[in-house]
Nanobody, 126 residues
Framework: QVQLVESGGGLVQTGGSLRLSCAASGRLFGRYALGWFRQAPGKERDFVAAMRYSGGSTYYSDSVKGRFTISRDSAANTVYLQMNSLKPEDTAVYYC???????????????????WGQGTQVTVSS
């Protein structure tokens, strides 16, 4: 069983930066997939970024590519999402998620993830 707790959200102006953290309790194996998703009011939960817990390649949605960076500290059992050049359209609740296997064909699908955090609000003012 894996439990995830996000932190680091807040209010920031356009062009600002935030770093979200996701602390995991329980054992994460190298093959696990870690992802960040976001959900704006009245919208679907959208993919933001993902990676394999063991490291290696990272994957991003087109809307955040070049601005956001996913990373992990395996010693701390923590996943991060560094968000730079924030825009008002980035405003959403951000969720950390994990699943027991990284699958290259569906890592971006929210319904494939087994474990979710409670979410953290990010608000970007214009």
């Amino acid at each position: 069983q894996v439990q995830l707790v996000e932190s680091g959200g807040g209010l920031v102006q356009t062009g600002g930066s935030l770093r979200l953290s996701c602390a995991a309790s329980g054992r994460l194996f190298g093959r696990y997939a870690l992802g960040w998703f976001r959900q704006a009011p009245g919208k679907e939960r959208d993919f933001v970024a993902a990676m394999r817990y063991s490291g290696g390649s990272t994957y991003y949605s087109d809307s955040v590519k070049g601005r956001f960076t996913i990373s992990r500290d395996s010693a701390a059992n923590t996943v991060y999402l560094q968000m730079n050049s924030l825009k008002p359209e980035d405003t959403a609740v951000y969720y950390c998620a994990a699943r027991s296997e990284f699958v290259y064909t569906d890592y971006f699908e929210a319904n494939k993830y087994d474990y979710w955090g409670q979410g953290t609000q990010v608000t970007v003012s214009s």
